[in-house]
C-alpha cells in the first residue's frame, strides 16, 4: 500500500484567503453601516415622539406650532 502526500500549494491559497478577507472586511463595514443607519433612524422616531408629546407652551417656547409638531411626528423614521 503506498502512502501519498499531498503536497500543499500555499501560492493558490494565499489570493483565495485575501479574498476571503476583503469581503469579510466589506461585509464588516456594510454591516457596521447598517447599524449606524438604525440607530439614526431610532434616534430620529424617538426625537419626534418627545415632540409629538410637548404641552402647547413648550412648543410655543421652541417656535413650534402644534400642527408643525404632528406633521413632524407623522413622518416616517426611515423616508422623512
Not at 410637548?54 to 412648543?59: A, G, N, V
Amino acid at each position: 500500500m503506498e502512502t501519498q502526500t499531498m503536497a500543499t500549494d500555499t501560492s493558490d491559497e494565499r489570493p483565495e484567503r485575501q479574498r476571503m478577507q476583503a469581503m469579510l472586511a466589506t461585509l464588516a463595514e456594510m454591516l457596521r453601516r447598517l447599524i449606524e443607519d438604525v440607530e439614526k433612524f431610532c434616534r430620529k422616531r424617538r426625537g419626534r415622539l418627545a415632540l409629538s408629546e410637548l404641552t402647547d407652551d413648550e412648543l410655543r417656547d421652541i417656535g413650534v406650532s402644534r400642527s408643525e409638531a404632528m406633521t413632524e411626528a407623522a413622518k416616517s423614521a426611515f423616508w422623512g
